[in-house]
DNA sequence: TGCAATTATGAAATGGTTTTCAAGACAGCT
DNA sequence: AGCTGTCTTGAAAACCATTTCATAATTGCA
């Protein structure tokens, strides 16, 4: 029995996974082409330690029988693995919550950002929600390191991480402290564009819809108050927020109009969020900019065929993707990256 | 020299990646624990072959020093990887193209079903538009499957793709004869819907918008004339896609409305093209209902606020996520899964 | 021609896990 | 006591690519 074992010559013992498929390692490459495996690995690397006539052989057998290198097994050899989690904030998505394709479209930023590099984007699963689980996700899958879209109102658990020394860039509030490296736009700002416009409206009770357990959001609202001072008698209410994080409805904000005397102005976190006010304004018979005044966030195409026109925050985020692969790839190097802060302007339209 | 090597005793030698951050193999935990790794891996693996006095031991050990099983060396070491490749149809949703979040609900219900199932998911790169660039990115990353979130216009590179039996399942028309594995809606029952609420609104001069070589588009064109038949005098226009696939801009749509005399309902293939239609019309002074029908599709938030409110086609996408996991775990588990067809439905509302 | 320096290549070790196979421990039985 | 069978464990091989080190081949030079 051995002896047949033996003599049967190695391949024939391999159980190939799929059927047909027939998975080519290196090695047979390497025996195709009459070379070793080593020297398979370097033409596929680019190594000049090869002959030209070599390489041009390799190259084609390789060619041939469409033969691409086992990442799995790369990955497992080096110490850089070149993948990159990702974590993309659902929350907002779910269960008919008013959430933005916002995050998406930095979603493909970075995936083309990423795929640029020669890097693969390991989307996290949802529910990393505390140190542990998230640390234990980086560690198992050999991530390089983490971009974050969407700080939402995990702050806390992103500053216990940077102690942690993993590779982290989050797209969300930019503050000097955070011991994260954040990449974001100027909500402060932003905020401030949305209060300045309301103080040239002449409106003096303003209405902030958006949850500022939210540091972005925080951050927007402060703004806000900062336009508010210097002028006389304005006041700002805050929506109450019943429920989860970022998952304002419409009925949320209909239920807020059904007890007050109705603001004359709103900074809503969203265009979204901001269409919603709309539809809910206009049950109550308001109109914009009749009645109030109405600035959303994120600038994003329908605000400017919604009726009325949404007046809105941009952020210039084409570049945001790579920008956020670019500063976490200085840190995989080693490097400890600064913050960026984007700017934003106001695009004003009927609202 | 040699002698102090060998008198270091092991683990001195080991270079280790990144600062501190100390990554622990199976072995390390093994010789904490007192046991051999091929028990800890049958503990870590649920294996009954094991003492429960052993079992809490290495437990314990593993708990206390945040270990966790190195995934890529995992996935080298078995045919399954328990990974599976997402492609995203992002096109819609660069250059200030209209997009709707739709394909983004989608995968935020992949990414939860996958996530329990524990499977990894691995966002593939924009750009794999040929079966050599696919085949070879599944290959190289060892992926169990594919998923694939909007058809687009590859329709032949997908049926190509399954004759290479690459577990494969796809978001987009189903139709009897594709050699892959679809799952999406009813569009041509939806195309139908719409139709049917022209005809019931006595429209006689319709407009498509859409680009008919993305087969769900196509379908759901055929619907609307299938509804047309039977009808007289309707006549059914196309909107002249002068760019690439699903690229329709709100200028598209304008520069159309001056060349001829307007339509009197309009069927647009999502609903944030919809909005694009409103805008534009209201620019030529066409208002929904008074002068024209309009139907969107996928029924996203925004449009039940929408002034007027869009009467859209509604995918039961709740359970799409969870739907197209299963399908390709039975693809990959070698069964050769039937197509699933889901139920659309109208959403009457203003316009 | 002989020697050193350079260049191209391969053997073997490595990375972390799982699986197969064999061996050891121990209980139950005659 | 001796045997069989069950249960728990570990040694070694396997997965696939890369890297180090050594060897073989070639060139340049005296």
Redesign the interface.
């Given at each position: 029995m051995a002896y047949q074992m033996e003599m049967s010559g190695g391949t024939i013992n391999k159980?190939?996974?799929?059927?047909?498929?027939a998975?080519l390692t290196m090695q047979d490459i390497a025996r195709l082409a009459d070379v070793s495996t080593p020297t398979v690995s370097r033409v596929l690397n680019g190594s000049p330690l090869v002959t030209e006539e070599t390489r041009e052989r390799v190259l084609e057998v390789a060619r041939a029988h469409?033969y691409?290198?086992?990442?799995?097994?790369q990955?497992?050899r080096h110490?850089?693995?070149n993948t990159v989690a990702?974590m993309?904030d659902?929350g907002s998505?779910?269960h008919?919550?008013?959430?933005?394709?916002f995050i998406?479209?930095l979603l493909?930023g970075v995936?083309?950002a990423?795929?640029v590099r020669n890097q693969?984007?390991?989307?996290s699963?949802?529910?990393l929600d505390d140190v542990?689980a998230f640390?234990?996700?980086h560690?198992?899958?050999?991530a390089d390191g983490f971009i974050v879209l969407g700080q939402g109102t995990r702050d806390e658990m992103l500053r216990a991480l940077g102690k942690h020394?993993i590779p982290l860039v989050v797209w969300g509030a930019v503050s000097q402290d955070a011991g994260y490296c954040a990449v974001g736009s100027d909500n402060l700002g932003g905020g401030r564009l949305a209060g300045e416009h309301f103080v040239a409206n002449r409106r003096r009770r303003w209405l902030f819809v958006g949850d500022i357990r939210h540091e972005e959001l925080r951050l927007r609202y402060e703004g806000l108050k900062l336009a508010a001072q210097g002028v006389r008698n304005v006041t700002i209410d805050l929506l109450p927020i019943a429920s989860m994080a970022f998952t304002v409805t419409?009925e949320t904000v209909a239920s807020y109009l059904a007890g007050v005397a109705p603001p004359d102005a709103v900074f809503a976190f969203s265009d979204?969020a901001a269409?919603?006010v709309?539809?809910?304004f206009?049950e109550r018979g308001l109109i914009a900019p009749r009645d109030y005044s109405l600035v959303g966030y994120n600038n994003i195409?329908?605000s400017?065929?919604?009726?009325p026109?949404i007046t809105t925050i941009d952020q210039k985020t084409d570049v945001a993707g790579a920008l956020l692969v670019e500063k976490l790839m200085e840190q995989i190097d080693g490097e400890r990256p600064v913050p960026v802060m984007l700017p934003t302007r106001m695009v004003k339209r009927e609202t």
């Amino acid at each position: 029995m051995a002896y047949q074992m033996e003599m049967s010559g190695g391949t024939i013992n391999k159980p190939r996974g799929r059927s047909g498929g027939a998975r080519l390692t290196m090695q047979d490459i390497a025996r195709l082409a009459d070379v070793s495996t080593p020297t398979v690995s370097r033409v596929l690397n680019g190594s000049p330690l090869v002959t030209e006539e070599t390489r041009e052989r390799v190259l084609e057998v390789a060619r041939a029988h469409g033969y691409a290198v086992n990442r799995n097994a790369q990955k497992l050899r080096h110490a850089r693995t070149n993948t990159v989690a990702v974590m993309l904030d659902f929350g907002s998505h779910r269960h008919g919550a008013i959430g933005d394709p916002f995050i998406f479209e930095l979603l493909a930023g970075v995936s083309e950002a990423l795929s640029v590099r020669n890097q693969d984007l390991l989307l996290s699963p949802p529910g990393l929600d505390d140190v542990r689980a998230f640390r234990d996700f980086h560690r198992a899958r050999g991530a390089d390191g983490f971009i974050v879209l969407g700080q939402g109102t995990r702050d806390e658990m992103l500053r216990a991480l940077g102690k942690h020394d993993i590779p982290l860039v989050v797209w969300g509030a930019v503050s000097q402290d955070a011991g994260y490296c954040a990449v974001g736009s100027d909500n402060l700002g932003g905020g401030r564009l949305a209060g300045e416009h309301f103080v040239a409206n002449r409106r003096r009770r303003w209405l902030f819809v958006g949850d500022i357990r939210h540091e972005e959001l925080r951050l927007r609202y402060e703004g806000l108050k900062l336009a508010a001072q210097g002028v006389r008698n304005v006041t700002i209410d805050l929506l109450p927020i019943a429920s989860m994080a970022f998952t304002v409805t419409a009925e949320t904000v209909a239920s807020y109009l059904a007890g007050v005397a109705p603001p004359d102005a709103v900074f809503a976190f969203s265009d979204t969020a901001a269409m919603a006010v709309i539809g809910a304004f206009r049950e109550r018979g308001l109109i914009a900019p009749r009645d109030y005044s109405l600035v959303g966030y994120n600038n994003i195409p329908p605000s400017a065929h919604f009726h009325p026109a949404i007046t809105t925050i941009d952020q210039k985020t084409d570049v945001a993707g790579a920008l956020l692969v670019e500063k976490l790839m200085e840190q995989i190097d080693g490097e400890r990256p600064v913050p960026v802060m984007l700017p934003t302007r106001m695009v004003k339209r009927e609202t």
